[in-house]
């Protein structure tokens, strides 16, 4: 009986064999910028020497390779999108690889950072689809602008006035995207001012003079032809060179000025008239109320005469003298007045009196009684 079932166990066929699963891997680094080239490598098991792997990017075919003789694979891939990324082989895939993609963030303000200038500040994410952008700009410490972008930014900067800007330009990343900023730090300067300029730093240049006692026009973003004599008088009080133009030198010495104080302390209200830097000041209570350009003796054989002296007569408008026309002269001495003109250049250039601009002497000649003091040195 054992006999019989041990012929018949060795005639009955062997068991089938069992089929060999095939695994597929795929590997790639976690991070990389948008549009560099990494490597997608993996493997194939069993060895399948020769066969091709195709790279999918969900169900989009992106490149394809054959496997070596032990099975990997190695495949270079510039990466614009975070997947997620499949290997296939025959009906054989491999687990999905997601990369996280660093975007490229592109930031420029285009145009001159000076006050009134135009300035475009630009930014564009690559690749779009990173995410929107957040623009902040803050001037002065203070925040003048907050808002979400969900396509190129291409905004205007105000350029109004001088100061420090700095904008923020930020992505707020979707899924599979990492975030991108960049900051950008303004020095808004302020221009070169000259005759006939128009610009808002006008304004602050008219603002800036007035509150350092000086004689201006009013407020106004043209740069006029009695903002002028203001500029000269500056210039004249700070020893810079008598150019009337607000160029670099003149702007950083309005920050610090030279702040003149009156040579005589009576009586508390009078007039000076400085020849070394050919100024008027106006004293009030013991202190600089108003500074005037003047111009005095230029001519040769002419000069102003120094000293203590008084106002002892006023002539209301055209006052003919044998050197001319004087305008609401104000007699001081003998026939020196102080006196408007329409020409009071930035040096010495009268017969002896002292010159004043058309546009203060009017001013001057109503706000100065019979007997104020006036001292010429």
């Not at 006029?224 to 210039?235: E, N």
């Not at 009017?362 to 040195?377: D, Q």
């Amino acid at each position: 009986m054992h006999i019989a079932l041990a012929l018949l166990a060795l005639a009955a066929p062997p068991p089938p064999a069992q089929p060999v699963t095939a695994t597929l891997t795929l590997h790639a680094p976690e991070a990389t910028a948008y549009g560099h080239r990494i490597d997608f490598a993996g493997r194939v098991t069993p060895a399948a020497p020769g066969r091709i792997v195709r790279l999918y990017r969900g169900s989009h075919f992106v490149t394809s390779i054959q496997v070596r003789g032990d099975g990997s694979f190695r495949m270079q891939v510039a990466v614009a999108s975070p997947g997620p990324f499949v290997a296939r082989w025959q009906q054989v895939a491999s687990p999905p690889v997601t990369v996280r993609i660093v975007p490229v963030l592109e930031t420029s303000v285009v145009g001159t950072p000076i006050v009134g200038a135009k300035l475009t500040l630009r930014a564009r994410l690559q690749p779009g689809a990173a995410g929107p952008l957040r623009v902040r700009v803050v001037r002065g410490g203070r925040k003048t602008l907050d808002q979400i972008f969900y396509r190129p930014v291409e905004i205007r900067l105000g350029s109004d006035r001088r100061g420090d800007v700095d904008v923020l330009v930020r992505s707020q990343p979707r899924p599979g995207f990492a975030p991108a900023s960049r900051i950008l730090h303004l020095a808004i300067a302020p221009p070169r001012l000259a005759i006939g300029i128009q610009n808002p730093a006008v304004l602050d240049l008219t603002q800036q003079l007035r509150a350092l006692h000086y004689a201006v026009p009013p407020a106004s973003s043209s740069f006029s032809w009695q903002l002028l004599d203001s500029v000269y008088a500056f210039q004249k009080v700070q020893e810079l060179d008598r150019t009337g133009i607000v160029d670099s030198s003149f702007w950083t010495r309005l920050v610090n000025p030279r702040e003149p104080k009156p040579r005589y302390a009576e009586p508390a209200d009078h007039i000076e008239v400085d020849k070394a830097h050919q100024v008027l000041y106006l004293v009030r209570g013991g202190q600089i109320a108003l500074i005037v350009p003047v111009s005095t003796a230029g001519i040769s054989g002419y000069y102003t005469p120094t000293g203590r002296f008084a106002i002892y007569r006023k002539v209301t408008g055209w006052d003919p003298s044998p050197l001319g026309v004087l305008y609401d002269p104000m007699y001081f001495v003998a026939g020196y007045a102080i006196h408007g003109n329409p020409s009071v250049p930035p040096y010495p250039a009268s017969h002896g009196c002292v010159r004043v601009p058309m546009w203060i002497i009017p001013h001057l000649f109503v706000s100065e009684p019979y007997g104020e003091t006036v001292y010429v040195y």
